[in-house]
């Protein structure tokens, strides 16, 4: 069982940076890839980026070179640094256990000014 909780949205003005943290519970966190989500409203839920358990990564190109996904295994925590926000990042941000049903409840991230 691995519960995931994510932190760290809010509101920010256009350009600004954000970063949202993903901790897990369970002693497997190590052996996980994690995925980060985004769903906006009334938008599909949108794949933004991508970490495995050994480090590699993937990203949306809507959010290449202003997102990086990284991973502390010792805090058993995913993070989401975003920079050069815009209007259209904004959604609720899911972390994510690819193949499981291992869902967190979702942070909102408003960028407007």
């Known amino acids: 069982q691995v519960q995931l909780v994510e932190s760290g949205g809010g509101l920010v003005q256009p350009g600004g940076s954000l970063r949202l943290s993903c901790p897990a519970s369970g002693s497997i966190f190590a052996t996980l890839s994690v995925n980060w989500y985004r769903q906006a409203p009334g938008k599909q839920r949108e794949l933004v980026a991508l970490?495995?358990?050994?480090?590699?990564?993937n990203y949306a190109d809507t959010v290449k070179a202003r997102f990086t996904i990284f991973r502390d295994n010792a805090k058993k925590t995913v993070y989401l640094q975003m920079h050069s926000l815009k209007p259209e990042d904004t959604a609720i941000y899911y972390c994510h256990v690819p193949g499981t049903e291992y869902w967190g409840q979702g942070t909102q991230v408003t960028v407007s000014s």
């Open positions: 970490i495995s358990r050994v480090g590699t990564t």
